[in-house]
């Protein structure tokens, strides 16, 4: 390392040159070091501990050494002449995107500017410095303020050799370094380290980082935090394995540059890849194409894994997915971001294929789960405490619903539990006395068995007033809606007598009350609203504002207008972009306005 020496002596020398040449350049760059210390205040350990890592140092200490000075030490390779002028240079590093390092805009080490007065540096048997009033000598300036930090490096010497490299930091009296409340997050996508050591007043922190092909662990003083670990293209995820790692994930997840970022990407995992991120550092620029690619593929390894029971992560994943914050809200949120990106690639993958099992509008038992599902299913999706939050993930990863009909028909009811026979008893008799549902044999057992002192219902009775007396003709939508008493009912009949072909699941709590074709045989899902008169307003809630914007095309409101002669069915696209809604706080639905210039009249 001794030859280290006259390569920085010379260095030395030619920044002076450069100064003499063009002597404004450097109060340029010390103007853009203060913008440097503006928007890398609290990212000065994350920088270092990137450095530290792309050296290959297994192990890192950070020192608090009192009078405001720490210590940064690591134990990864030497610093040779072209790190050093790569210190020096604005906006140079030795390393490349996407190769075995992580950082590689040569602003890691320069943050320190942020923080420092004096930096010492030792690597080897080499030590130098940098330090504005040394350099402002060197280059005859009278003020320090106009020379940069980092720039030339100056009091060269040979020293007791050490391994790696040293940082001895001098701070700023207002300055926070923040190396002792390093974000633990901040070991989980690193290469190299295996242990970092903080020492500072307010006692001693030891990380200890294991890997393997199955997951990551940090080992905290706080406890155990363990986390599976998904792969796909450009992106790593991790998947917190239990409550010390949930606790340091949250329930909106993480997104990270391989060092933490402020992004949160909507489900509780940690996201990590080769983002395009903002010149703080805080925040990935989700419109940069990196960024999109990177959060399509951790969607394609949170799907991969959410659709394949027996996965080491499956059962967790959903139990993660359906605990968590109602994804719904992403989907309607306004703008872009991380969250939303990801969550509208995970719909597209999980609708793309999807997985071996179904949701259930009847809650099944675990045994049940296994006897319908033999290919396997996450117990989660069908447990009570998470009913309303299956409903959501329904409603956005677009799961199919169990047809409970198909399921007698193949297993028997012999071969569901007592409980399951229950409910099924008492859901085939809703569906029979709300929708008319003629049942079939097995179904009708069930419903008996369930309530043996109540006859199978009969369809319901026409609701008639008595200025009704005389029907209107039977196929008109007065006449429908006098048959029935349920909105969702009569629209189906009316659009059936038209060469639609619809079925009603408002039972299902599916976000939607008519399913089937149109008269064109495509695809067609409708919620039906009632109202006064084209001007008065309706709303959607959440679950049904997710499905229209997830669905456009195969997604239609049905508007009943008016009573009596004069009533009218509207349909209405919703997903129209210039169609006026407001988000409304009273439960956060979506309130239609102007919407009847955008709706078309059923004759």
């Given at each position: 390392?001794?030859?280290?020496?006259?390569r920085?002596?010379?260095?030395?020398?030619?920044?002076?040159?450069?100064?003499?040449?063009?002597?404004?350049?450097?109060?340029?760059?010390a103007?853009?070091?203060?913008?440097?210390?503006?928007?890398?205040?609290?990212?000065?350990?994350?920088?270092?501990?990137?450095?530290?890592?792309?050296?290959?140092?297994?192990?890192?200490?950070?020192?608090?050494?009192?009078?405001?000075?720490?210590?940064?030490?690591?134990?990864?390779?030497?610093?040779?002449?072209?790190?050093?002028?790569?210190?020096?240079?604005?906006?140079?590093?030795?390393?490349?995107r996407?190769?075995?390092?992580?950082g590689?805009?040569?602003?890691?080490?320069?943050?320190?500017?942020?923080?420092?007065?004096?930096?010492?540096?030792?690597?080897?048997?080499?030590?130098?410095?940098?330090?504005?009033?040394?350099?402002?000598?060197?280059?005859?300036?009278?003020?320090?303020?106009?020379?940069?930090?980092?720039?030339?490096?100056?009091?060269?010497?040979?020293?007791?050799?050490?391994?790696?490299?040293?940082?001895?930091?001098?701070?700023?009296?207002?300055?926070?370094?923040?190396?002792?409340?390093?974000?633990?997050?901040?070991?989980?996508?690193?290469?190299?380290?295996?242990?970092?050591?903080?020492?500072?007043?307010?006692?001693?922190?030891?990380?200890?980082?294991?890997?393997?092909?199955?997951?990551?662990?940090?080992?905290?003083?706080?406890?155990?935090?363990?986390?599976?670990?998904?792969?796909?293209g450009?992106?790593?995820?991790?998947?917190?394995?239990?409550?010390?790692?949930?606790?340091?994930?949250?329930?909106?997840?993480?997104?990270?540059?391989f060092?933490?970022?402020?992004d949160?990407?909507?489900?509780?995992?940690?996201?990590?890849?080769?983002?395009?991120?903002?010149?703080?550092?805080?925040?990935a620029?989700?419109?940069?194409?990196?960024?999109?690619?990177?959060?399509?593929?951790a969607a394609?390894?949170?799907?991969?894994?959410?659709?394949?029971?027996?996965?080491?992560?499956?059962?967790?994943?959903?139990?993660?997915?359906?605990?968590?914050?109602?994804?719904?809200?992403?989907?309607?949120?306004?703008?872009?971001?991380?969250?939303?990106?990801?969550?509208?690639?995970?719909?597209?993958?999980?609708?793309?294929?999807?997985?071996?099992?179904?949701?259930?509008?009847?809650?099944?038992?675990?045994?049940?789960?296994?006897?319908?599902?033999?290919?396997?299913?996450?117990?989660?999706?069908?447990?009570?405490?998470?009913?309303?939050?299956?409903?959501?993930?329904?409603?956005?990863?677009?799961?199919?619903?169990?047809?409970?009909?198909?399921?007698?028909?193949?297993?028997?009811?012999?071969?569901?539990?007592?409980?399951?026979?229950?409910?099924?008893?008492g859901?085939?008799?809703e569906?029979?006395?709300?929708?008319?549902?003629?049942?079939?044999?097995?179904?009708?057992?069930?419903?008996?068995?369930?309530?043996?002192?109540?006859?199978?219902?009969?369809?319901?009775?026409?609701?008639?007033?008595?200025?009704?007396?005389?029907?209107?003709?039977?196929?008109?939508?007065?006449?429908?809606?006098?048959?029935?008493?349920?909105?969702?009912?009569?629209?189906?009949?009316?659009?059936?007598?038209?060469?639609?072909?619809?079925?009603?699941?408002?039972?299902?709590?599916?976000?939607?009350?008519?399913?089937?074709?149109?008269?064109?045989?495509?695809?067609?899902?409708?919620?039906?609203?009632?109202?006064?008169?084209?001007?008065?307003?309706?709303?959607?809630?959440?679950?049904?504002?997710?499905?229209?914007?997830?669905?456009?095309?195969?997604?239609?409101?049905?508007?009943?207008?008016?009573d009596?002669?004069?009533?009218?069915?509207?349909?209405?696209?919703?997903?129209?972009?210039?169609?006026?809604?407001?988000?409304?706080?009273?439960?956060w639905?979506?309130?239609?306005?102007?919407?009847?210039?955008?709706?078309?009249?059923?004759?």
């Amino acid at each position: 390392m001794s030859e280290l020496v006259p390569r920085l002596t010379a260095l030395q020398d030619a920044l002076v040159r450069e100064h003499h040449q063009a002597p404004g350049l450097f109060g340029e760059i010390a103007r853009m070091e203060g913008l440097l210390a503006e928007t890398y205040r609290n990212r000065v350990p994350y920088e270092l501990l990137q450095n530290s890592d792309d050296a290959g140092s297994g192990t890192v200490r950070i020192e608090a050494l009192g009078g405001g000075r720490f210590r940064w030490t690591n134990d990864g390779r030497l610093l040779d002449a072209a790190d050093v002028e790569a210190l020096c240079r604005s906006a140079s590093s030795t390393k490349t995107r996407g190769g075995d390092s992580i950082g590689y805009r040569g602003i890691g080490f320069k943050s320190l500017a942020a923080v420092a007065t004096r930096i010492d540096v030792r690597s080897g048997d080499v030590g130098f410095s940098f330090d504005r009033a040394a350099s402002a000598a060197l280059l005859g300036e009278t003020s320090p303020n106009a020379t940069p930090l980092i720039r030339i490096p100056s009091e060269i010497h040979r020293g007791d050799p050490v391994h790696g490299a040293v940082f001895t930091v001098t701070c700023r009296p207002e300055a926070e370094a923040g190396f002792d409340a390093l974000d633990p997050i901040s070991a989980l996508f690193l290469r190299n380290v295996q242990r970092i050591e903080i020492s500072s007043d307010a006692g001693k922190r030891d990380i200890h980082i294991e890997r393997d092909a199955s997951g990551i662990v940090l080992r905290l003083e706080e406890g155990e935090a363990r986390f599976g670990v998904l792969v796909h293209g450009r992106a790593t995820v991790a998947v917190p394995l239990n409550a010390r790692a949930m606790t340091l994930t949250g329930v909106r997840g993480r997104l990270a540059c391989f060092l933490p970022l402020d992004d949160e990407v909507g489900l509780p995992v940690v996201v990590s890849g080769d983002l395009l991120t903002d010149p703080s550092r805080t925040h990935a620029v989700v419109a940069d194409e990196s960024t999109r690619q990177v959060l399509v593929d951790a969607a394609r390894a949170i799907a991969d894994s959410l659709r394949t029971p027996g996965d080491p992560v499956f059962d967790r994943l959903w139990q993660l997915v359906l605990e968590g914050e109602d994804i719904r809200n992403l989907l309607v949120s306004p703008g872009t971001s991380a969250s939303k990106l990801l969550v509208t690639a995970l719909r597209q993958q999980m609708t793309a294929r999807r997985p071996p099992f179904a949701y259930s509008g009847v809650l099944l038992e675990p045994d049940d789960v296994a006897t319908v599902f033999p290919a396997g299913a996450p117990a989660a999706l069908y447990a009570h405490r998470n009913q309303p939050a299956a409903r959501a993930v329904k409603a956005v990863l677009g799961l199919e619903t169990l047809d409970l009909s198909a399921v007698l028909s193949a297993q028997g009811s012999d071969a569901l539990s007592e409980p399951l026979q229950s409910r099924l008893g008492g859901h085939f008799q809703e569906l029979a006395r709300t929708h008319g549902r003629k049942l079939t044999p097995v179904e009708r057992e069930l419903v008996e068995a369930a309530a043996p002192a109540v006859p199978p219902p009969a369809p319901p009775a026409p609701v008639v007033s008595a200025a009704k007396a005389a029907p209107a003709p039977d196929g008109s939508l007065p006449a429908v809606l006098a048959r029935w008493r349920t909105a969702e009912i009569a629209t189906m009949e009316f659009l059936n007598g038209r060469g639609w072909s619809l079925q009603d699941v408002s039972g299902q709590n599916v976000g939607y009350d008519l399913d089937g074709i149109d008269a064109q045989g495509r695809p067609v899902r409708i919620e039906v609203k009632k109202v006064d008169r084209p001007d008065a307003r309706f709303a959607m809630t959440n679950n049904e504002m997710s499905l229209m914007l997830t669905t456009q095309g195969g997604y239609l409101l049905a508007v009943i207008v008016g009573d009596g002669r004069h009533v009218a069915l509207m349909l209405l696209d919703p997903s129209q972009e210039d169609l006026p809604r407001e988000r409304v706080c009273r439960r956060w639905d979506w309130e239609f306005t102007d919407w009847a210039r955008f709706a078309r009249t059923v004759e």
